[in-house]
């Protein structure tokens, strides 16, 4: 089969207009094995098939792109580097996408190569091309150079490549395509700034950083929104917290939140900038963080009292990311019942609000309910004990009463709760005291499709594994529990089936 698509590949290259000889050679590949490509790989001549894609006909634009997509893949990374460097840079330029998303994804593939890459860097116009592919109309093509041109970026040549030559002149020019474009170029900064310290460096002097800072602080609201979101990823690490405090960033974002009540735009990117201080309480220390901007606390509880949905929301999401962690929960604990006043609130939404809040509603009270075994503390747990009893008049009823809608979404989003609290001593007693928990708990014919399935699994391995529930729900059904547990997520019980005489 190999031979035979050899055969075809240098008829192919003989021929002006080889329409015929294509289509065989498309249908004879998709019977080769890539194994027996390989063993061929040597004798593989893919130029003529490059040639082939400057001919504006659409048919044979397509064989060609598929053919070179599975020849391709037989290639050697550093081989394609070598030999169609100017094929890759004339893709690069092709008028049809597909062809310019072959061409990124064999980029792709020397980039992840550290022989093949050095080619790359030392072809210039190559390099261009790649960051112009950034300014197209196609987002497949724009996300694919964004990823090749961040992959460069992790090698000390791959920094000096695009900050210290006539390649950031490039990128600066195509920032200027239009917003989207520049959003685009910001993205891929941060993406490398993300990477250390020194690559926010050559970013930072690149002034490139600036730019995105000046407009995340500027007076358009839109801009606001979109640049917010970048800042924040940029603030997933610790040398770019680092960077946006000794810049002010962090006291400029919290002045702006503080001067919102002011603004009628400020729904804009409100939700962005305390998403912001919720991302960034989780991974610094939230007492730290809500203690130096106490507008990011006053302005999470303002807006569960919101009635725009959008606004309860982030509100919702950003208490659960606080409460996730310990010291975060001491943190909410503190603002006493104002906290378990938002509570309420958040057990009604979880209750009555359309299903998408509903389920953020679900996880947030979860994540703030949940504490690692090894943590618990006398303390924590009286604490959790008496949220709980803040969400609703019979909180279990009310998330049973949720996870029995039929939404899969909703039943597994219920049962996480039911997982989050079922190594607490005072949620078993709880579980056990509620008629009928134990069985539903036990009964595999509620769950229907895989999630709910594997949902219910984490809520009986929570309560197995749990070391006071022998004791609360009694040797009989503890045991029942390991049985359930050890027969896994999927078991079906056997239907025996009796013979009976006269029955046909």
């Keep these: 089969m190999a031979a035979q698509a050899l055969a075809l590949l240098r008829e192919v290259s003989r021929l002006e207009a080889p329409l015929e000889e294509l289509r065989a050679l498309h249908s004879v590949l998709q019977t080769v094995p890539l194994s027996e490509l390989r063993e061929q790989a040597a004798e593989l001549r893919l130029g003529p098939l490059f040639s082939l894609l400057n001919e504006n006909h659409r048919e044979q634009t397509t064989l060609c792109v598929s053919i070179l997509e599975r020849l391709l893949q037989a290639v050697e990374p550093v081989h394609v580097a070598r030999n169609l460097g100017a094929d890759l840079q004339r893709g690069l330029t092709h008028p049809n996408d597909s062809v310019k998303i072959l061409t990124l994804s064999q980029v792709g593939r020397i980039v992840e190569n550290s022989e093949a890459v050095t080619e790359i860097l030392n072809n210039a116009e190559l390099l261009k091309q790649i960051v112009y592919c950034i300014g197209g109309d196609n987002l497949s093509v724009a996300k694919a150079a964004i990823k090749s041109l961040s992959r460069i970026s992790l090698t000390q040549a791959g920094l000096e490549a695009l900050f210290e030559s006539n390649l950031l002149d490039d990128v600066k020019r195509v920032m200027k395509t239009n917003d989207v474009v520049r959003y685009r170029v910001y993205e891929l900064i941060v993406e490398i700034s993300s990477v250390s310290t020194e690559s926010l460096t050559y970013c930072t002097t690149s002034g490139l950083v600036t730019q995105l800072l000046r407009e995340l602080t500027g007076e358009d609201v839109l801009v606001r929104a979109t640049c917010i979101e970048m800042v924040t990823s940029l603030a997933y690490t610790h040398h770019g917290r680092q960077y946006l405090a000794q810049e002010g960033v962090i006291d400029q974002i919290s002045n702006i939140i503080v001067g919102a009540d002011s603004d009628p735009f400020s729904s804009f990117y409100l939700p962005g900038f305390v998403k912001f201080f919720g991302n960034l309480a989780i991974m610094d220390s939230p007492q730290q963080i809500c203690e130096r901007y106490p507008i990011f606390v006053e302005k999470v509880f303002e807006m569960t009292e919101s009635q725009d949905p959008t606004m309860i929301g982030v509100a919702v999401d950003t208490i659960g990311i606080l409460g996730?962690?310990?010291?975060?929960?001491?943190?909410?604990?503190?603002?006493?019942?104002?906290?378990?006043?938002?509570?309420?609130?958040?057990?009604?939404?979880?209750?009555?609000?359309?299903?998408?809040?509903?389920?953020?509603?679900?996880d947030a009270i979860s994540s703030i309910f949940y504490i690692p075994p090894e943590q618990q503390t006398d303390d924590l747990l009286r604490m959790t004990e008496s949220w709980f009893s803040s969400l609703s008049r019979d909180p279990l009823e009310l998330f049973r009463g949720i996870s029995n809608q039929p939404f899969p979404e909703l039943h597994c989003a219920a049962l996480k709760v039911f997982t989050a609290i079922a190594n607490q001593p005072w949620a078993q007693k709880l579980m056990f005291n509620s008629p009928g928990f134990v069985e539903y708990v036990m009964d595999r014919s509620v769950e229907h499709d895989k999630a709910s399935k594997d949902a219910k699994y984490e809520l009986v391995k929570a309560l197995a594994n749990s070391k006071t529930i022998a004791e609360i729900f009694g040797n009989p059904n503890y045991l029942r529990l390991r049985t359930y547990l050890s027969e896994g997520p999927y078991y079906v019980k056997p239907i025996s089936t009796t013979a009976v005489e006269g029955a046909e």
Excluded at 332 to 353: C, D, S, V
């Design 324 to 362: 996730s962690n310990v010291e975060g929960k001491q943190v909410l604990q503190k603002t006493g019942t104002r906290f378990e006043r938002l509570l309420m609130k958040i057990g009604y939404q979880a209750k009555n609000a359309s299903t998408e809040l509903k389920i953020r509603c679900l």
